[in-house]
């Protein structure tokens, strides 16, 4: 599953006129009134859970983990008395003097602490004119070269890197040389149409509208699934007239 965890930066499609307004609901920096996070009471029962949780994780198949650092922190939290880990967990929060209890007033609803019009790590619209643009209404945009666009060469590469087809062009024996000593990389994709759709498809990690309210990617079990449908479940049947803005956002 991708969760939020993993994209410390990732992008987010914004569907709607006011896409500053649409976006300030999830904006971490938004505070609200005082309420309580941790109940003192509860402190023990949230230790033992996240012990649960670090366990659970070294005892699955998952082979990108660091096993041995997640070792230390399951013991580093067993070694802790509830109080040290009451403390550690609520630091930087208000502590109530009668309850215990640690109060916040961070936006429960945020999803990210900073965002700006795409500028390095999203990939633009291109307009039917030929532009680049971050911002553009959704009939101006040049969907058949953003969306599963040039996939001959992607599906290539893979089936000279990975089924040893010979390449039959210079341009191909480029890209070859380029890509022959990537198999480790090619076989994150687990499959050729995986790694075509994540070089074409037109995705972002988030999605937001005032229909849809905020939908990202941790609401999937499949990243590929994921890409390859972001463009039919969101973008194909908006109005044409639809403005649409690439955010890059900071979790």
């Known amino acids: 599953m991708m969760t939020n965890d993993d994209y410390q930066h990732f992008v987010c499609i914004v569907a709607g006129d006011n896409p500053d307004e649409l976006m300030k609901p999830y904006d971490r920096r938004e505070e609200e009134e005082p309420y309580v996070r941790y109940h ?42 509830v109080e040290e880990f009451y403390e550690e967990l609520t630091e930087g929060l208000t502590i109530d003097d009668e309850t215990g209890d640690a109060i916040s007033t961070e936006n429960r609803q945020g999803m990210f602490s900073y965002y700006e019009l795409g500028k390095w790590l999203s990939v633009p619209f291109l307009l039917k004119g030929g532009r680049e643009v971050f911002q553009a209404k959704k009939s101006d945009i040049n969907w058949d070269k953003i969306h599963l666009g040039g996939g001959d060469i992607y599906r290539k590469a893979w089936e000279m890197v990975m089924e040893g087809v010979e390449p039959s062009t210079d341009y191909e024996k480029t890209i070859y040389d380029n890509m022959k000593d990537k198999e480790t990389y090619f076989k994150k994709f687990e499959t050729k149409e995986n790694y075509v759709v994540s070089n074409t498809a037109f995705w972002g990690y988030a999605f937001l509208s005032e229909k849809t309210g905020w939908v990202d990617a941790s609401d999937t079990n499949d990243q590929f699934v994921w890409m390859a449908e972001y463009y039919n479940m969101f973008i194909k049947n908006l109005p044409n007239d639809t403005l649409l803005t690439i955010y890059e956002c900071k979790k």
Do not use: F, H, P, R
Not at 51 to 72: A, M, Q, V, W
């Open 40 to 81: 003192y009471k509860d402190a023990a029962k949230i230790k033992e859970k996240y012990i649960e949780l670090y366990e659970g994780i070294l005892n699955s198949d998952e082979e990108t983990i660091d096993k041995e650092e997640l070792e230390d922190i399951v013991n580093d939290l067993k070694e802790m008395s």
